[in-house]
């Protein structure tokens, strides 16, 4: 199982709480297991997000392995100027 | 060995400071930018645009203006599809007004013609017959209820229930027990603040010249700082095939975030498809403040508790950004930014996006960071005035490290911000002696950069020189960056390289020029892409000497035998290899295509001091100093001249630039005449440290640099000028008027 | 639309006299082109009077200077006579645009102009300059204060065009200066701005002076009363209060995007009283 | 509209060209005789970018009409070199990384070249006076101002 945390906002989706823990290996694994336990949350997964793997910060990459130890957190989807 | 990992070098040719390859050109006035072609049978194209803030279109009508010897095309809203897509929708409504003009110089039709005078001629007689709606151009005043709602409806699912409809957007990040931080502070300050929407201010006004011929086939020749990406928005609103589009990124005279938008491209596409002949439509001045850019307004709360020794106890901010007449998600990155420098046991941060009657904003450097960093530090400097505490030693008493979980979330890794603190403290800036109506202000930045798309393919040609092609257009001497980087990995001299910026159909994707990616990611890729060129050079030499390829390394810019062959053969240089390339094998390239990640996250703080007029509320900068962290500086002058540009860019949004609305909701001062960008004399030299904790993301250590620089600046120069004035300014730009009447009212 | 570069100055007046339309007189072009690139106006015909023999000329005249009406920024600059006894008109000229616009703009132009903020006027004012205005009915002298009528608008009728500008002769121990407020150092328009000229007398003390106001009323104000409040002193700091005073009395300026009706009148007297030092001080330092 | 022929001189060459009379010379320039090294900014003298000279005097192109360019010497950034030898200013400027996006660097050196023709050894403050009318929005002017400098000392031979 892999805790990951969720911003202030996705919190309500996710029944009030702010780290879910997720069974997955990889970061597509994990969107798909969020977007399909808390539909809630669906709509931003679908905007985009980011994911921080042990400070490092991805935009897409869904075949990133994540350790069980791993701190996940999700994040909006980065731009820049 | 993991390739794209940092590994401890000693650089022979990264550092150093070599010509730029483009240089000749520009001081010559060779360069080509987005205005200067031309294509056989160009039309000419103007935009009409909209008068009001607010109006629903009821009709249009064109046929006078159609009917005009020399006008070819003509084109509205009706010329175009409504994409499904929300993004896409909200981007071609931008380029061309669909049922209402949602702010002052809205595109409402435009007319491509043989000649600018007749398309001019043109816009004059066509009829827009509107119904003025009200307006809103403040964004306090739109997220009230019963404000003039901009779109309806396009809230998302996170904006909470009984908001103004103009409110779109909202987040909320951080962590800990707020109250119990708060409960812990000896001092609590809690103020407000406000900032004017910027321009990015490019000198280049946007242009394009767009060919599309009867077969479908399109061409764009474009100023932007992202080809590809244009491709993918013109090709989506035109219903185009991307392989039927080639876009081509003309030299680009700035951009700095706002040149990753299209705003009328597609209409030049549209009129050229329409007329059949190529379409030239270049923005007038008073265009681009109107309708390209802007930043983000914003209103912003911020409150901070703060033990006597120094230690923040608890931290809050409430963003409400302004992006304009659309969605915007800009204040994400300012919620996230806003206490990134700090290590905080409770910190929350909530924003808010409204809808105004303005622009749609774009990027401009550290999108939404600049903002809500300014109020931080604000609150911070107000609270060491308070204690008496030293500014410097506070923020180090209080600085995010390796290990500090960070406001926005993850725990950070190795950061520079310690470093570069450290580096301000030592500096001779931080101690020289003030006189008097001087003041002195600090302020920490920082920003997350990243990576993405990219592609480099690299050419070893038969003469021993090497071509690199890479899909970035170069806003601040990118190519030499990377030739550099080329060179250092292949061994041989930068002059042997030549690194050019391919067209959308010369290359795979490549993500815009934005977040400060290129050196990190199109670096990184050229670097992989030379080591895969090394990797087959290794194996002609080996098939050559008839050993295995296992045996031969690369060692400046020769293959040589290694392990039991070691010495046997003499090396076997770059060139050597190139020249027999036909014999054996055919040509050699080095190619790598990534979606990088690992940008690392970069850190800043800015040094100023500010002299301000008692009588006048005049400002003078009279010293600057830039420390920043660039992980590794490739080339270091270009790494300075970011720092520099990104500080001035900095100092203008603080003291003088503002977009400003008149009561009818126009914009009062769309040209550099009254839209107020420094000029040389308003500056002093602007010094810059350079500090190198490597990025542990980079094969060279290289962390982006190009928008840090910008976030600093605003609170550093408003805590210089409120300690210059005794008086704790909170809204920019800190203009002349507004300096005086806080001076008069303190007494 | 037609351009003309007109010979003579009767050519010049013929063709803006005779003509129906809208008609520009070009001299810098520094406005004119603004205007014309914004579509502010839209002119049929155009005159350009750089080519008539002595527009570009700078002449001594009577112990002063008649300079023409061609003569531009950098020009004047350049000249070591009108630099000497006219230093603040030509720093108030000087001021006006970049050096590329320095290298074009008139006062001439400036002055017909009409803008309230104009940067040549206030020391033309003060200094007593008088325009030379030909016209269809003939040439006659216009004080400076009296040809600006309000924002974009002139007392000069139909046909008439300045053809040159007249600075006085000065006694030994006078001298003038110019002062603007402006958010950044350069390439601004006066938010307020002093136009101080003075004549010291024997003992030091200012024997008369005239102080004009920019960017504060509809067109440049001549302080009559903050002439008086330092004539007869030395400048100390409370007759210049004084006299910062009696200017913020008669401003009348807007509110708009470059400043507030408050700040403008503020700095228009904050302006006069430093214009004023350093008007003193070059005069002094001739004595 | 009638167009009015008239013969300049641009960089030490007869030219010759014909206009209405409501282009500016800035227009002439980059659309009839492609010097298009001249860039547009601004249109209205507030950026510089179109710096040129005529006869001498060192104007915003976009401010004056290509009609009153007859019998003048115009001086572009096209004109700034010498066949392949750049001039000190246009070489300090890329060994002194005066230059990022590079479009308001024409108009910069074309201003810089004429400050040093009046005034071989400006100080940084006249050399920053004189190029505010050159607006740079990549450099912060730091580095615009120290490559001034080393080109107006190798010009002075120091």
């Keep these: ?81 | ?747 | ?287 | 509209m009638k167009t009015i022929q008239v013969s300049t001189t641009i960089n030490g060459d007869p030219a010759e060209f014909i206009c209405t009379p409501d282009e500016t010379l800035l227009d002439v320039l980059r659309n009839r005789l492609g010097l298009t090294g001249s860039k547009e900014g601004c249109g209205t003298g507030d950026c510089g970018a179109c710096s040129v000279t005529v006869n001498g005097r060192l104007v915003c192109s976009c401010l004056v009409l290509g009609a009153e360019a007859e019998g003048a010497e115009i001086s572009t950034i096209e004109g700034m070199a010498e066949g392949e030898t750049l001039h000190p200013l246009q070489r300090a400027f890329i060994e002194h990384a005066a230059l990022q996006c590079g479009v308001c660097t024409p108009g910069i050196l074309v201003a810089a070249k004429s400050l040093l023709e009046k005034n071989p050894d400006p100080t940084d403050e006249e050399l920053r006076y004189w190029l505010a009318g050159n607006l740079c929005r990549c450099t912060g002017y730091d580095k615009i101002i120290r490559a001034v400098q080393v080109a107006a000392a190798e010009m002075r031979g120091a």
């Excluded at chain 2, 159609?66 to 409504?82: H, M, Q, R, S």
């Excluded at chain 2, 969605?327 to 929350?348: R, S």
């Excluded at chain 2, 035998?561 to 046997?568: I, L, S």
């Excluded at chain 2, 490597?694 to 982006?704: E, I, L, W």
Aim: proline share 5%.
């Design chain 3, 1 to 287: 639309m037609q351009y003309v570069a007109a010979k003579t100055a009767d050519e010049a007046v013929a063709l803006l006299a005779g003509h129906s339309g809208t008609a520009r007189v070009l001299a810098g072009g520094t406005d004119l082109l603004v205007q014309m690139k914004s579509g502010m106006v839209e002119p049929d015909l155009v005159v350009d009077i750089k080519r008539i023999a002595g527009m570009r000329d700078i002449t001594p005249e009577a112990g002063g200077f008649r300079v023409g009406a061609a003569v531009s920024g950098a020009e004047l600059g350049e000249h070591a006579g009108v630099c000497a006894m006219w230093p603040g008109v030509v720093e108030g000229f000087n001021l006006i645009g970049s050096t590329q616009v320095q290298g074009r703009a008139t006062m001439a132009g400036n002055l017909c102009n009409a803008s309230p903020a104009g940067d040549a006027v206030p020391s033309l004012v003060a200094a007593a300059a008088v325009a030379r205005v030909q016209g269809p009915n003939g040439t006659r002298d216009v004080p400076i204060r009296d040809i600006p009528a309000g924002p974009g608008r002139t007392t000069l009728s139909k046909g008439e065009i300045v053809t040159s500008i007249f600075l006085p002769a000065r006694p030994a121990r006078a001298a003038d200066a110019y002062l603007r407020f402006i958010p950044r150092t350069e390439m601004d328009i006066a938010v307020a701005s002093a136009g101080v000229s003075l004549v010291l007398a024997a003992d030091g003390t200012v024997e008369s002076a005239r102080v004009a106001l920019g960017a504060v009323a509809p067109t440049v104000l001549l302080a009559e009363e903050a002439g008086k409040v330092i004539t007869g002193t030395r400048l100390d700091d409370e007759t210049l209060a004084r006299m910062a005073a009696a200017c913020e009395a008669i401003c009348k300026p807007i509110d708009d995007k470059r400043g507030t009706i408050e700040f403008r009148t503020r700095t228009a007297g904050v302006m006069a009283k430093r214009a004023a030092r350093i008007a003193y001080d070059r005069a002094g330092a001739k004595a």
């Design chain 1, 1 to 81: 199982m892999v805790k990951v945390l969720l911003w202030g906002t996705l919190r309500s989706a996710a029944d009030g709480q702010a780290e879910v823990e997720v069974a997955a290996r990889t970061f597509k694994e994990l969107l798909d297991e969020l977007a399909a336990r808390y539909p809630g949350l669906e709509p931003q997964i679908k905007r985009g997000v980011s994911l921080a793997l042990d400070g490092k910060i991805y935009r897409e990459a869904w075949f990133t392995e994540i350790g069980p130890d791993s701190e996940v957190v999700l994040m909006p989807y980065m731009t820049g100027g």
């Design chain 2, 1 to 747: 060995m993991a390739l794209d990992a940092y590994q401890k070098r000693e650089f022979k040719q990264v550092g150093t400071r070599p010509n730029r390859p483009d240089g000749v050109d520009k001081v010559t006035g060779r360069a080509m930018y987005g205005a200067d072609a031309t294509a056989p049978g160009m039309l000419h194209a103007k935009v009409l645009r909209s008068p009001h803030a607010h109006a629903r279109i009821v009709a249009i009508d064109t046929s006078a203006a159609e009917a005009l010897p020399g006008v070819k095309a003509i084109v509205t809203a009706a010329d175009f599809g409504v994409p499904e897509d929300a993004f896409l929708l909200d981007v071609q409504d931008h380029c061309m007004a669909r049922e209402k003009a949602l702010y002052d110089g809205h595109a409402v039709a435009a007319v491509a013609a043989t000649s600018l005078a007749a398309a001019k001629a043109a816009l004059n007689l066509i009829k827009v017959d509107y119904e003025v709606l009200p307006h809103v151009t403040d964004v306090d005043e739109a997220m009230k209820p019963g404000a003039p709602v901009v779109q309806a409806g396009r809230a998302f699912e996170n904006v909470p229930a009984g908001m103004s409809e103009n409110v779109t957007h909202h987040c909320e990040f951080g962590h800990g027990d707020l109250d119990a931080g708060f409960a812990k502070a000896d001092h609590i300050i809690e103020r407000s603040f406000r900032t004017a929407a910027t321009h990015q201010g490019y000198i280049e006004p946007n242009a394009c010249l767009a060919s599309v011929t009867s077969d479908g086939r399109a061409d764009l020749w474009v100023c932007t700082q992202g080809q590809f990406f244009y491709r993918t928005l013109c090709a989506a609103i035109l219903g185009m095939e991307a392989s039927q589009l080639r876009v081509t990124a003309s030299e680009i005279g700035g951009g700095f975030g706002g040149k990753t938008m299209v705003y009328m491209e597609p209409v030049a596409l549209a009129l050229s498809k329409k007329a059949g002949r190529p379409v030239k439509l270049v923005l007038t001045r008073d265009e681009v403040f109107r309708a390209t850019g802007p930043t983000v307004s914003s209103s912003m709360d911020v409150k901070i508790g703060m033990t006597k020794d120094g230690r923040i106890t608890a931290a809050q901010a409430r963003l409400r950004y302004s992006g304009g007449a659309f969605h915007c998600g800009t204040v994400d990155f300012g919620a996230q930014a806003a206490f990134a420098a700090y290590d905080l046991e409770a910190v929350q941060t909530l924003g808010w996006n409204a809808m105004t009657n303005r622009p749609k904003e774009s990027a401009y450097r550290a999108p939404g960071a600049p903002l809500s960093i300014y109020a931080v530090e604000s609150v911070v400097d107000e609270l060491c005035q308070h204690f008496g505490l030293d500014p410097l030693a506070v923020r180090l008493k209080n600085a995010a490290d390796k290990g500090t979980k960070s406001s926005y979330g993850p725990t950070f890794d190795q950061i520079g911000l310690k470093a570069t603190l450290e580096a301000a403290k030592a500096h001779p800036h931080y101690a020289a002696p003030l006189g008097p109506n001087q003041g002195r202000g600090l302020s920490c930045g920082f920003w997350f950069n990243f990576g993405g798309n990219t592609c480099v393919s690299l050419s070893v040609n038969t003469d021993g020189t090497v071509g690199v092609t890479e899909g970035n257009p170069d806003i601040g001497g990118s190519r030499a960056s990377i030739s550099l980087m080329a060179a250092e990995e292949l061994g041989i001299p930068y002059d042997k390289i030549r690194t050019i910026v391919a067209d959308t159909s010369s290359l795979g994707y490549n993500d815009v020029t934005d977040g400060s990616r290129v050196t990190f990611a199109v670096g990184l890729a050229t670097i992989k892409a030379a080591r895969d060129a090394v990797q087959k050079m290794c194996s002609r030499a080996a098939k050559i000497w008839g050993i295995d390829e296992d045996a031969v390394e690369w060692v400046d810019g020769a293959a040589v035998p290694a392990g039991p062959n070691a010495g046997k053969f003499p090396p076997m240089t770059l060139a050597e290899i190139a020249a027999v390339s036909a014999e054996t094998g055919g040509p050699i390239c080095g190619h790598h295509e990534v979606n990088a990640d690992g940008a690392g996250v970069s850190f800043g703080v800015h040094l100023c001091d500010i002299e301000v007029d008692p009588e006048t509320g005049a400002t003078k900068v009279l010293r600057y100093t830039v420390f920043q962290d660039a992980g590794k500086a490739v080339h270091p002058s270009y790494v300075e001249g970011q720092m520099q540009g990104g500080a001035v860019q900095g100092i203008g949004w603080a003291l003088n630039e503002e977009y400003i609305y008149g009561a009818d909701g126009k914009l009062q001062n769309p040209g550099f005449l009254d839209y107020r960008i420094p000029v040389a004399s308003d500056l002093p030299m602007i010094d810059t440290v350079i500090l190198e904790i490597p990025n542990p993301g980079h094969p060279y250590g290289v962390r982006g640099v190009g928008e840090t620089g910008i976030v600093p600046p605003l609170a550093a120069i408003s805590n210089a000028v409120s300690r210059a004035v005794g008086v704790r300014m909170t809204e920019l730009p800190m203009s002349p008027p507004k300096l005086l009447k806080a001076i008069e009212a303190k007494g």
